[in-house]
């Protein structure tokens, strides 16, 4: 059933993460006024900068309230001092330290069960590659087009590190790397109902290290087991993570889901975002049985902070996954459709390269793109459907 308010905590984090929401909040006003739809906002303070001055992540009850939430939206966190990375103190809350803003991303991830982390990889048309510091047109936009599922919960993000000791010595720090047949089942599934519901290829790549890490071996032994028993039509596909790095950017378009754990997911999305004209367009979420966050999958990238400079078309596609799953989740069509139409006003605006910032070769600002992208969104609206708000 459609909700007459969705309500969207929204985690600015740090560095150019508060700068990206806001531009990605505009088109979420732009998606209100035209289709009808309503949001109500809950931000919440978080990351590095507030853990500077409260020696916490964010304030007390934060969770919960991400826990109430339709739908939590994050920029990134992040903060820096002197060019290094804050840190929460060891043992408190963690046992060891760790970058202050675990909170909100790894935290939420496995607090909310959000076990399903989702990262299209999509090129626009025009969307230039930046090599050697020239851009240039290198795929078709067509050519890519492919789905990184990456297991969210356990791998080597979340697992246990302990002392190492060597005759009552201390030698190093040891983190187990975990695969559950529980976390491993619910993922292979996930990729594999969503290679149905592509309805492209049908084919789902199991990316791990199979060959020398235990846990990978054991997640790609479940992957054969439930992809070949419970989805028979999907054609199944095998790669060790270093050698997927170099034909992910080789054959891209040999690609339709790829099924994946926690920290390979983290290192192939990221490498194939160059694919997709790089972070400034990758978005993700963050998929659990009835909850989900999104976020661009850009971290708070502290040296353009406060420059109106980088790239927000990341928050705004995350946006718009955000858009999608509250559609399908409600069954609300003024959601899909706004969805749909946001996507093509992406497209229009790169296509036409109507606000190309640095990353892309120009000069335009972060707030011009986004202005650009509500223009576009806007004009796909009869004026007279658009309400006005009270
Ligand atoms: P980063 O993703 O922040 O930035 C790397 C580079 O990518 C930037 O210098 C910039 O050149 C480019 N870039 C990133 N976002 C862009 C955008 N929207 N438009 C154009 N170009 C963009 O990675 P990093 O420098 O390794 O990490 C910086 C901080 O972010 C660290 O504190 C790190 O721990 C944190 N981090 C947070 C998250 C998260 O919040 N989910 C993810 C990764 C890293
Ligand atoms: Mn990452």
């Known amino acids: 059933m459609p909700k007459d308010s969705y309500h969207i905590v929204v985690l600015p984090g740090d560095g150019i993460g508060p700068e990206v929401i806001s531009h990605a909040q505009r088109i979420l006003r732009a998606v209100e006024s035209a289709s009808g739809v309503n949001f109500d906002f809950e931000e919440i303070p978080c990351g590095g900068h507030y853990y500077l001055k409260h020696e916490k992540e964010w304030p007390d ?34 046992p060891t330290s760790r970058l202050a803003g675990y909170a909100q991303v790894i935290g939420n991830r496995q607090n909310l069960d959000l076990y399903a982390n989702v990262r299209p990889i999509r090129l626009y048309p025009s969307v230039k590659t930046k090599i050697s510091n020239q851009f240039k047109e290198v795929w078709n936009a067509d050519m890519i087009d492919y789905v990184i599922v990456r297991e969210n919960t356990e791998g080597a993000y979340t697992s246990e590190t302990v002392d190492l000791e060597e005759n009552g010595k201390f030698v190093g720090r040891g983190t187990m790397i975990r695969a559950t047949r529980k976390a491993t089942e619910r993922i292979v599934r996930f990729a594999c109902n969503l290679a149905r519901d592509r309805n492209q290829e049908k084919r789902v790549t199991c990316c791990d290290k199979a060959n020398v890490i235990g846990a990978h071996s054991f997640f790609r032994e479940i992957f054969t087991e439930i992809a070949s028993n419970e ?54 979420g963050n998929i659990g049985n009835d909850r989900a966050m999104f976020e661009p999958i850009h971290g708070s990238a502290p040296k353009y902070t406060g420059m109106n400079k980088v790239n927000p078309t990341a928050c705004i596609l995350a946006c718009n996954m955000m858009l999608e799953w509250l559609g399908d989740k409600h069954g609300d069509p003024a959601l899909t459709e706004a969805s749909k139409r946001l996507d093509e006003s992406v497209a229009e605006v790169w296509a036409l390269q109507k606000a190309v910032t640095y990353d892309q070769g120009g000069s335009a600002k972060g707030s011009d793109v986004a202005e650009a992208i509500e223009e576009a969104f806007l004009s796909r609206y009869p004026v007279s459907n658009t309400k006005s708000k009270s």
């Open 61 to 94: 009850g934060s969770l919960d309230r991400c826990r109430a939430a339709d739908a939590i939206l994050l920029g990134a966190v992040g903060h820096q001092v002197d060019g290094k990375d804050v840190f929460t103190k060891p043992g408190r809350p963690y």
């Open 231 to 284: 989805f028979p039509d999907i054609e199944r596909d095998y790669a060790y993570f270093d050698a997927f790095c170099q034909w992910q950017l080789r054959s891209p378009e040999n690609y339709d889901v790829v099924v994946t754990t926690n920290l390979v997911g983290d290192v192939i999305s990221d490498n194939g975002a160059i694919a997709q004209g790089g972070l400034g367009f990758a978005a993700g």
